[in-house]
């Protein structure tokens, strides 16, 4: 069956998908067998691949109508910036840790922190021999992207380290980390149209502007999604002590959080985040980011990618209704 | 004068590109109410709708919500209020509803001009299926709704619901079905002992469970009856239980074990419910408890003693009743999942929880299609309850996620227990 975020995208780009895998798998060859077999793992571990149908249902709404799109560069494109996404995952694992990434062990885990380094360095360089074929300024972003996801990735750790509830420092960490990809998709699917600069800020922001939405609805399923049903554990953000936005708004209304942070305890906060109205405030916030990214979607040229672009971010929205 | 979110002022340059731009770049940016107050349109109507456009888009944003709080003018006035300006305006106390002649007051902490709120109100009083207007009084609004006849029916089939009354009748039937099986040996005193007895005990359970229960703060939930109501309510129902179990345990004590087995599982009900398990703990008390112990305290024992039909007797009462409970859950689901209250249906991923649903009922219908096999029975009706049955398993299928299209399936699942309830009592007879 389709998953439900694939089947908001037309026909004619989940159509692309088959050729888009097919490519990226062959960004993961090379003439050393261990690091083509290390690559192309993380590569073929699947995911629903949102950044490149962002990517290319961008370049389908701000094509001009009438004329037929030509897919070959936008995939090009797409694979560039897929594999940046793989390439941060895998030098993610490392600095996590972590020792499962989509359901199967990570690159760290089953070949090493050595291999995962390679892993990660080479995926960059193919990404960036990808996208020195492709226009300017569609370099410029998926360069601007990777360091944002540096600098997000220290600032991530900073507030981390200082226990900081600013919410500054939560906003701009999600804007580095979880949005940055989604708006360089979304910048460079526009860009790759030739689109007019107020088109390619419109659909840049609409990624930023979902990406914002997607991290917050995450936090609130955090706290009030069920376990069997998100495939995650609850209360994991309270446990590692992260202030995510139900935590923040908690606490902005002047409500405190134990030091120590014990699993059991967290039916009782739950509840707490409840009745403060903490958590409707995060469904609050989610939805100002998903009305932003409609508007923006709203002022474009009405078209099928368009259309789905909109569906895209009110399903996101009912995740957490 | 307070703060609003940075989202009203990217809208209105959205609609208004005459407007000042927003100074922020975040919508969640926090800026002055008074510098939005200033580059909002002069007039009131275009402020009125510019509001009510607002409304539109932020209603774009919770579909499921709004489409479950269809019928609903309350609660939906509770979520402005409670939730929606007071994070526009970053302020807990920046708005409340309160009862008056003929709707509500709401009384808005200054800033923004009471228009534009008024527009916002009604936006979404709008989308949600409602008709609503908001007159200007001072700094407050009063704000009248008028539900569309849809609406109307959804939300009179939530009262019979929020007021329990499907439980009362859904009890009285299984005990209906318990007196049958000793139809020819039993007093009007009896009749009239157990099914009372019954209701009473249902109706208190309902008032000692809403007693017990901590007030919910979250504005999705429905409000409840007042504690003295409640109280008079329990207490009242309790003693008047008590007094039909004195006379039936007085020619049959065994009622005495069933009205303990009762009492214990109605103390225990929420836990149980918060644990997933309601719509098992509904199945046993209509089925088994009731249906046995109806017939046990008239002195039907025989039935218990024979474990096949007195187990098959109590499938349909009892997976009929459990499925009602789900489909109450999965009516409420969205607004539950707000609340933080975990049934089994929030529980489920939304399929699941579909599929569960038309297993219990298709297990209810079975039952009753075997006892009829085996007891006899008037095969029109048993026709008749497949068709219900088979009605309501495809709404649920379809449209779980339309709230309107529930209510309707739960009056024909009630219909469905209904004539299932009057199958086994027509067979018996």
């Known amino acids: 069956m389709t998953h439900p975020i694939i089947a908001v995208f037309p026909p004619a780009i989940t159509r692309l998908l088959p050729e888009l895998e097919r490519r990226l798998q062959a960004q ?66 490392i600095m996590d840790r972590a020792n499962e990434r989509r359901g199967r062990p990570s690159t760290y885990a089953a070949h090493g922190q050595y291999a995962a380094l390679l892993v990660g360095d080479y995926l960059f360089t193919q990404a960036f021999a990808l996208a020195a074929t492709l226009p300017k300024e569609a370099m410029e972003v998926t360069a601007d992207a990777c360091r944002r996801l540096c600098e997000g990735q220290l600032r991530e750790r900073r507030v981390q380290e200082t226990g900081s509830t600013a919410r500054t420092d939560y ?3 999600i804007r580095d980390k979880t949005a940055v990809l989604l708006h360089a998709a979304c910048a460079i699917g526009a860009i790759m149209a030739a689109a007019t600069p107020a088109t390619v800020e419109r659909l840049s922001g609409y990624g930023t502007a979902i ?53 059991a305890d967290f039916p009782k906060i739950r509840e707490q985040l409840f009745a403060s109205g903490a958590v409707a405030a995060s469904q609050m916030e989610a939805s100002t980011y998903t009305q932003d990214a409609l508007m923006r979607v709203d002022a474009l040229a009405p078209s099928e990618a368009a259309a789905a672009l909109a569906a895209l971010a009110e399903l996101l929205m009912e995740r957490a209704q | 004068m307070g703060q609003v979110r940075a989202i009203l002022w990217q809208h209105l340059h959205r609609v208004h590109p005459e407007a000042p731009p927003c100074p922020a770049t975040d919508p969640n940016d926090l800026l002055e109410a ?51 300006l007071p994070y526009l ?68 089939v939530r009262a019979a619901a929020q007021l329990r009354l499907p439980l009362l009748v859904t009890s009285f039937l299984a005990a209906a079905v318990g007196l049958a099986v000793a139809h020819a040996d039993i007093s009007v005193w009896q009749i009239t002992a157990v099914l009372l007895g019954t209701l009473a005990a249902q109706s208190a359970a309902n008032a000692s469970h809403d007693l017990r229960r901590r007030p919910d703060p979250h504005p999705f939930h429905a409000q409840q009856l007042g504690r003295p109501w409640l109280w ?59 249906v046995w112990g109806a017939a046990a305290a008239v002195g039907s024992s025989a039935l218990l003693a024979t474990p096949g039909p ?49 297993t219990t009922l298709l297990t209810g219908w079975v039952g009753l299609a075997v006892w009829v096999a085996i007891a006899g029975g008037p095969l029109w009706l ?35 227990y209904a004539l299932s309830a009057t199958t086994l009592i027509l067979s018996l007879a």
Request: proline share 5%; hydrophobic share 45%; charged share 20%.
């Open chain 1, 28 to 93: 993961g060859e090379s003439r050393e067998e261990r690091l083509q077999s290390w690559s192309q793992e993380p590569l073929a571990a699947g995911g629903k691949r949102i950044r490149p149908l962002l990517l290319l249902t961008s370049f389908a709404a701000s094509h001009p109508p009438g004329t037929e799109p030509d897919w070959n560069l936008a995939l090009d494109a797409a694979v560039a910036l897929e594999l940046v996404h793989t390439a941060s995952l895998v030098h993610d694992d």
């Open chain 1, 171 to 173: 906003v701009a960490v």
């Open chain 1, 211 to 263: 990406g914002h939405a997607f991290q917050v609805l995450d936090d609130v399923l955090d706290v009030s999604g069920d376990p069997q049903w998100t495939g995650k554990p609850a209360g994991t953000d309270y446990v590692a002590g992260t202030h995510s936005s139900p935590y923040l708004h908690f606490m902005e209304q002047g409500h405190t959080l134990p030091a120590q942070r014990d699993v």
């Open chain 2, 34 to 84: 008074a510098d939005l107050a200033a580059a909002l349109p002069s007039d009131e109507n275009a402020q009125r709708q510019l509001g009510a456009e607002y409304a539109r888009l932020w209603a774009r944003t919770f579909k499921t919500l709004v489409r479950h709080l269809r019928g609903r003018p309350d609660q939906t006035l509770r979520v402005i209020t409670s939730d929606v």
């Open chain 2, 89 to 156: 305006r970053n302020d807990r106390l920046a708005a409340r509803a309160d009862r008056a002649e003929h709707g509500w007051r709401l009384v808005i902490d200054p800033g923004l001009p009471l228009a534009y709120v008024a527009g916002i109100t009604t936006g979404i009083l709008e989308a949600t299926g409602a008709r609503a207007t908001a007159t200007v009084d001072g700094q407050e609004l009063h704000v009248v709704v008028r539900l569309m006849p849809r609406e109307r029916i959804v939300a009179w």
């Open chain 2, 232 to 290: 008079f309510q329990a207490t009242g129902s309790y003693g008047l239980a008590g007094l039909c179990l004195s006379y039936l345990a007085a020619r049959h004590p065994i009622a005495i074990v069933f009205a303990v087995v009762g009492v214990a599982i109605s103390a225990s009900y929420a836990a149980a419910r918060d644990r997933g398990l309601g719509p098992v703990v509904a199945g046993i008390t209509h089925g088994p408890l009731i």
């Open chain 2, 310 to 358: 007195a187990m098959l007797l109590a499938v349909p009462t009892g997976a009929t009743a459990a499925a009602l409970v789900l489909l109450d859950d999965l009516s409420d689901r969205p607004l539950d999942e707000a609340a933080g209250r975990r049934t089994l249906v929030v529980r489920l991923a939304p399929d699941r929880s579909i599929r569960l649903f038309q």
């Open chain 2, 382 to 416: 048993l026709a008749t309850t497949a068709l219900l049955a088979l009605t309501v398993g495809a709404i649920v299928g379809r449209h779980a996620d339309d709230p309107g299209r529930l209510s309707a399936a739960r009056l024909l699942l009630f219909s469905t």
